[in-house]
Protein backbone atom coordinates (compact mmCIF):
# COMPACT_ATOMS: atom_id res chain seq x y z
CA UNK A 1 0.00 0.00 0.00
CA UNK A 2 1.67 3.46 -0.70
CA UNK A 3 1.76 6.01 2.15
CA UNK A 4 0.12 8.97 2.88
CA UNK A 5 3.51 10.29 2.53
CA UNK A 6 3.84 9.57 -0.96
CA UNK A 7 0.48 10.25 -1.75
CA UNK A 8 0.88 13.77 -1.16
CA UNK A 9 3.94 14.00 -3.00
CA UNK A 10 2.56 12.65 -6.17
CA UNK A 11 -0.57 14.89 -5.91
CA UNK A 12 2.02 17.79 -5.78
CA UNK A 13 4.31 16.18 -8.67
CA UNK A 14 1.62 16.51 -10.90
CA UNK A 15 0.81 19.94 -9.93
CA UNK A 16 3.92 20.74 -11.23
CA UNK A 17 3.88 18.39 -14.32
CA UNK A 18 0.87 20.20 -15.19
CA UNK A 19 2.58 23.78 -15.32
CA UNK A 20 5.53 22.22 -16.79
CA UNK A 21 3.69 20.49 -19.55
CA UNK A 22 2.27 23.82 -20.40
CA UNK A 23 5.52 25.89 -20.66
CA UNK A 24 7.80 23.13 -21.50
CA UNK A 25 11.54 24.61 -21.37
CA UNK A 26 14.67 24.16 -19.63
CA UNK A 27 14.01 26.75 -17.33
CA UNK A 28 10.65 25.35 -16.32
CA UNK A 29 12.60 21.73 -15.66
CA UNK A 30 14.89 23.83 -13.50
CA UNK A 31 13.24 25.87 -11.44
CA UNK A 32 10.60 22.95 -11.26
CA UNK A 33 13.79 20.54 -9.29
CA UNK A 34 15.08 23.62 -7.34
CA UNK A 35 11.47 23.85 -5.96
CA UNK A 36 11.08 19.78 -4.64
CA UNK A 37 14.82 20.52 -3.31
CA UNK A 38 14.34 23.67 -1.53
CA UNK A 39 12.99 21.95 1.73
CA UNK A 40 16.02 19.40 1.72
CA UNK A 41 19.02 19.26 4.16
CA UNK A 42 22.03 17.29 4.49
CA UNK A 43 21.41 14.88 6.82
CA UNK A 44 23.16 14.91 10.22
CA UNK A 45 26.16 13.07 10.93
CA UNK A 46 26.84 14.04 7.51
CA UNK A 47 30.09 16.60 7.12
CA UNK A 48 30.37 18.71 3.79
CA UNK A 49 33.26 19.93 1.78
CA UNK A 50 32.83 22.21 -0.86
CA UNK A 51 35.83 21.70 -3.71
CA UNK A 52 36.42 22.00 -7.53
CA UNK A 53 37.44 19.19 -10.00
CA UNK A 54 39.71 20.98 -12.44
CA UNK A 55 37.32 23.52 -12.48
CA UNK A 56 33.84 21.48 -11.44
CA UNK A 57 32.21 22.10 -8.86
CA UNK A 58 31.85 19.28 -6.40
CA UNK A 59 30.92 18.25 -2.86
CA UNK A 60 32.34 15.69 -0.50
CA UNK A 61 29.73 14.17 1.92
CA UNK A 62 31.89 12.50 4.26
CA UNK A 63 31.08 10.40 7.47
CA UNK A 64 33.51 11.52 10.62
CA UNK A 65 33.38 7.98 12.09
CA UNK A 66 34.23 6.28 8.73
CA UNK A 67 38.23 6.34 8.55
CA UNK A 68 38.41 4.11 5.49
CA UNK A 69 38.67 5.58 2.08
CA UNK A 70 35.74 4.74 -0.06
CA UNK A 71 33.86 6.56 -2.28
CA UNK A 72 30.38 6.48 -4.38
CA UNK A 73 31.10 8.73 -6.99
CA UNK A 74 27.04 10.27 -7.35
CA UNK A 75 25.66 11.59 -10.63
CA UNK A 76 22.42 13.77 -10.43
CA UNK A 77 20.01 12.99 -12.07
CA UNK A 78 17.92 15.95 -14.00
CA UNK A 79 17.48 15.02 -17.94
CA UNK A 80 21.10 16.39 -18.78
CA UNK A 81 19.67 20.11 -18.19
CA UNK A 82 18.87 20.46 -14.56
CA UNK A 83 19.73 19.43 -10.98
CA UNK A 84 22.82 19.45 -9.38
CA UNK A 85 24.66 19.66 -5.75
CA UNK A 86 21.49 21.52 -4.20
CA UNK A 87 18.94 19.47 -5.88
CA UNK A 88 20.86 16.25 -4.86
CA UNK A 89 22.70 16.56 -1.93
CA UNK A 90 20.17 15.45 0.96
CA UNK A 91 19.35 12.21 -1.41
CA UNK A 92 23.39 11.41 -1.74
CA UNK A 93 23.93 11.76 2.05
CA UNK A 94 21.11 9.46 3.13
CA UNK A 95 23.06 7.35 0.89
CA UNK A 96 26.16 8.20 2.01
CA UNK A 97 24.96 7.56 5.50
CA UNK A 98 22.97 3.90 4.66
CA UNK A 99 25.62 2.99 2.90
CA UNK A 100 28.86 3.70 5.50
CA UNK A 101 30.91 5.30 2.53
CA UNK A 102 31.99 8.60 1.56
CA UNK A 103 29.94 10.43 -1.01
CA UNK A 104 31.09 12.37 -3.88
CA UNK A 105 28.41 14.86 -5.58
CA UNK A 106 29.75 16.46 -8.95
CA UNK A 107 27.97 18.95 -10.58
CA UNK A 108 28.99 18.25 -14.35
CA UNK A 109 27.99 20.32 -17.19
CA UNK A 110 24.68 20.18 -18.50
CA UNK A 111 22.69 20.93 -21.64
CA UNK A 112 21.92 23.00 -23.54
CA UNK A 113 25.38 25.15 -22.69
CA UNK A 114 26.98 21.67 -22.60
CA UNK A 115 25.59 19.08 -24.86
CA UNK A 116 26.57 15.31 -25.41
CA UNK A 117 29.34 14.25 -24.30
CA UNK A 118 30.13 16.93 -22.21
CA UNK A 119 28.66 15.49 -18.57
CA UNK A 120 30.34 12.01 -19.58
CA UNK A 121 33.76 13.71 -19.91
CA UNK A 122 33.05 15.60 -16.01
CA UNK A 123 32.21 12.03 -14.89
CA UNK A 124 35.14 10.50 -16.40
CA UNK A 125 37.38 13.28 -15.08
CA UNK A 126 35.92 12.65 -11.09
CA UNK A 127 36.45 9.07 -11.16
CA UNK A 128 39.78 9.42 -12.42
CA UNK A 129 40.23 12.86 -9.98
CA UNK A 130 39.57 9.78 -7.23
CA UNK A 131 42.11 7.27 -8.24
CA UNK A 132 44.77 9.37 -8.89
CA UNK A 133 44.60 12.39 -7.00
CA UNK A 134 42.56 11.15 -3.42
CA UNK A 135 44.28 7.65 -3.84
CA UNK A 136 41.16 5.62 -3.51
CA UNK A 137 41.41 2.04 -4.85
CA UNK A 138 38.94 1.10 -7.67
CA UNK A 139 37.68 -1.54 -5.14
CA UNK A 140 36.78 0.87 -2.79
CA UNK A 141 34.51 3.44 -5.49
CA UNK A 142 30.68 2.82 -6.40
CA UNK A 143 29.72 4.89 -9.33
CA UNK A 144 25.70 5.70 -8.43
CA UNK A 145 23.08 7.99 -10.25
CA UNK A 146 19.15 8.64 -11.25
CA UNK A 147 17.62 8.90 -14.12
CA UNK A 148 19.92 10.38 -16.59
CA UNK A 149 22.21 9.88 -13.88
CA UNK A 150 21.49 6.53 -13.93
CA UNK A 151 22.14 6.04 -17.47
CA UNK A 152 25.46 8.51 -17.39
CA UNK A 153 26.84 6.22 -15.30
CA UNK A 154 26.50 3.08 -17.45
CA UNK A 155 27.80 5.29 -19.88
CA UNK A 156 30.61 6.04 -17.82
CA UNK A 157 31.17 1.90 -16.54
CA UNK A 158 31.06 1.59 -20.33
CA UNK A 159 34.05 4.34 -21.47
CA UNK A 160 36.10 3.33 -18.78
CA UNK A 161 36.20 -0.42 -19.87
CA UNK A 162 37.16 0.50 -23.19
CA UNK A 163 39.78 2.88 -22.40
CA UNK A 164 41.21 0.21 -20.29
CA UNK A 165 40.79 2.54 -16.68
CA UNK A 166 39.97 -0.21 -13.99
CA UNK A 167 36.33 -0.35 -13.22
CA UNK A 168 34.93 0.35 -9.79
CA UNK A 169 33.76 -2.48 -7.72
CA UNK A 170 30.59 -2.00 -8.23
CA UNK A 171 27.14 0.74 -9.35
CA UNK A 172 24.20 1.75 -8.42
CA UNK A 173 21.03 2.68 -10.59
CA UNK A 174 18.07 4.42 -9.42
CA UNK A 175 15.56 4.76 -12.22
CA UNK A 176 17.67 4.81 -14.81
CA UNK A 177 17.41 6.38 -18.53
CA UNK A 178 19.11 4.26 -20.69
CA UNK A 179 17.50 4.67 -23.64
CA UNK A 180 17.35 8.45 -25.09
CA UNK A 181 15.54 6.96 -28.33
CA UNK A 182 12.83 6.14 -25.70
CA UNK A 183 11.43 3.28 -27.41
CA UNK A 184 10.77 1.76 -23.78
CA UNK A 185 6.77 0.93 -24.07
CA UNK A 186 6.16 1.95 -20.60
CA UNK A 187 7.25 5.32 -21.91
CA UNK A 188 4.00 5.63 -23.69
CA UNK A 189 1.76 3.14 -21.02
CA UNK A 190 2.94 4.41 -18.22
CA UNK A 191 2.41 8.13 -19.39
CA UNK A 192 -0.63 8.84 -17.73
CA UNK A 193 -0.06 7.46 -14.06
CA UNK A 194 3.74 8.50 -13.90
CA UNK A 195 3.49 11.87 -12.10
CA UNK A 196 7.07 12.88 -12.83
CA UNK A 197 8.24 11.96 -16.52
CA UNK A 198 6.71 12.27 -19.68
CA UNK A 199 6.86 11.47 -23.13
CA UNK A 200 6.47 14.84 -24.35
CA UNK A 201 9.70 15.41 -21.75
CA UNK A 202 11.65 12.89 -23.08
CA UNK A 203 11.93 13.77 -26.39
CA UNK A 204 12.28 17.09 -25.45
CA UNK A 205 15.39 16.41 -23.02
CA UNK A 206 16.97 14.23 -25.26
CA UNK A 207 17.03 16.22 -28.41
CA UNK A 208 18.46 19.48 -26.05
CA UNK A 209 21.72 17.31 -24.87
CA UNK A 210 22.52 14.77 -27.72
CA UNK A 211 22.60 17.71 -30.16
CA UNK A 212 24.38 16.41 -33.23
CA UNK A 213 24.61 12.91 -31.81
CA UNK A 214 22.76 9.41 -32.52
CA UNK A 215 20.70 9.12 -29.86
CA UNK A 216 21.74 4.77 -30.16
CA UNK A 217 25.26 5.94 -29.67
CA UNK A 218 26.20 3.56 -26.99
CA UNK A 219 27.97 6.48 -24.85
CA UNK A 220 24.55 8.63 -25.07
CA UNK A 221 21.71 5.67 -24.46
CA UNK A 222 24.40 2.92 -22.87
CA UNK A 223 21.11 0.50 -23.70
CA UNK A 224 22.70 0.12 -27.12
CA UNK A 225 26.21 -0.15 -25.35
CA UNK A 226 28.33 -3.56 -24.84
CA UNK A 227 28.05 -4.33 -21.22
CA UNK A 228 30.52 -7.36 -21.03
CA UNK A 229 32.81 -7.13 -18.29
CA UNK A 230 31.34 -4.63 -16.11
CA UNK A 231 31.14 -5.06 -12.06
CA UNK A 232 28.12 -5.81 -9.98
CA UNK A 233 24.92 -3.54 -10.64
CA UNK A 234 21.81 -2.78 -8.48
CA UNK A 235 18.72 -1.40 -10.49
CA UNK A 236 15.71 0.19 -8.50
CA UNK A 237 12.75 1.71 -10.33
CA UNK A 238 9.00 1.87 -9.81
CA UNK A 239 6.56 0.23 -11.63
CA UNK A 240 4.32 3.33 -11.86
CA UNK A 241 7.16 5.48 -13.91
CA UNK A 242 7.64 5.62 -17.94
CA UNK A 243 11.17 4.45 -17.73
CA UNK A 244 10.23 1.14 -16.24
CA UNK A 245 11.40 -0.95 -19.57
CA UNK A 246 14.86 1.13 -19.82
CA UNK A 247 15.33 -0.41 -16.57
CA UNK A 248 14.11 -3.62 -16.80
CA UNK A 249 15.31 -3.77 -20.48
CA UNK A 250 18.78 -2.68 -19.11
CA UNK A 251 18.91 -5.44 -16.59
CA UNK A 252 18.06 -7.89 -19.25
CA UNK A 253 21.09 -7.03 -21.78
CA UNK A 254 23.14 -6.55 -18.27
CA UNK A 255 22.43 -10.30 -17.43
CA UNK A 256 23.04 -11.26 -20.89
CA UNK A 257 26.21 -10.04 -21.02
CA UNK A 258 27.25 -12.07 -17.87
CA UNK A 259 27.04 -9.20 -15.86
CA UNK A 260 25.98 -9.78 -12.21
CA UNK A 261 22.39 -7.99 -12.00
CA UNK A 262 20.15 -7.43 -9.13
CA UNK A 263 16.42 -5.74 -10.29
CA UNK A 264 14.10 -4.30 -7.91
CA UNK A 265 10.50 -2.87 -9.15
CA UNK A 266 9.02 -1.45 -6.50
CA UNK A 267 5.37 -1.99 -6.82
CA UNK A 268 3.14 1.70 -7.19
CA UNK A 269 6.72 3.91 -6.45
CA UNK A 270 7.26 7.30 -9.05
CA UNK A 271 10.09 7.90 -11.01
CA UNK A 272 13.26 8.30 -8.40
CA UNK A 273 10.88 7.46 -5.47
CA UNK A 274 14.02 7.95 -3.18
CA UNK A 275 14.46 10.97 -3.31
CA UNK A 276 11.57 11.41 -0.83
CA UNK A 277 12.73 9.85 1.67
CA UNK A 278 11.93 12.89 4.14
CA UNK A 279 8.00 12.58 3.34
CA UNK A 280 7.63 9.17 2.53
CA UNK A 281 8.84 5.79 3.99
CA UNK A 282 9.03 4.22 1.16
CA UNK A 283 11.98 6.21 -0.38
CA UNK A 284 14.16 5.54 3.11
CA UNK A 285 13.00 1.71 2.55
CA UNK A 286 14.68 2.20 -0.78
CA UNK A 287 17.92 3.99 0.40
CA UNK A 288 17.98 1.16 2.64
CA UNK A 289 18.59 -1.83 0.44
CA UNK A 290 20.84 0.54 -1.82
CA UNK A 291 23.29 0.81 1.52
CA UNK A 292 23.00 -2.57 2.13
CA UNK A 293 23.90 -3.40 -1.63
CA UNK A 294 26.82 -1.16 -1.43
CA UNK A 295 28.12 -2.47 1.70
CA UNK A 296 29.02 -5.52 0.27
CA UNK A 297 31.33 -4.21 -1.88
CA UNK A 298 32.71 -1.31 0.54
CA UNK A 299 34.06 -3.27 3.44
Same mark, same amino acid.
Given at each position: ?39 ? @? /????? #???? +?? $????? !?????? =? ?28 ? @? /????? #???? +?? $????? !?????? =? ?38 ? +? ?51 ? +? ?89
Amino acid at each position: MVSQGMKNIIEQLRAFQAQASAEPSVEAIREGLETLAAMS @R /IPKGV #KRKK +LE $IEGMK !ALWLTL =PDIAKKNAILYLHGGGYVAGGIGTHRELVG @R /IALAS #KAHA +LL $IDYRL !APEHPF =PAALEDAMTAYRWLVSKEGISPKNIVIAGDSAGGGLTLAT +LIKLRDEGDPLPVAAVFLSPWTDLANTGETVKTKAEIDPFVSPEGLEMMAEIY +LGDADARNPLASPLYGNLQGLPPLLIQVGSAECLLDDAVRCAERAKSAGVDVTLEVWDDMIHVFQAFANMAPEGQKGIEKIGEFIQKFLK
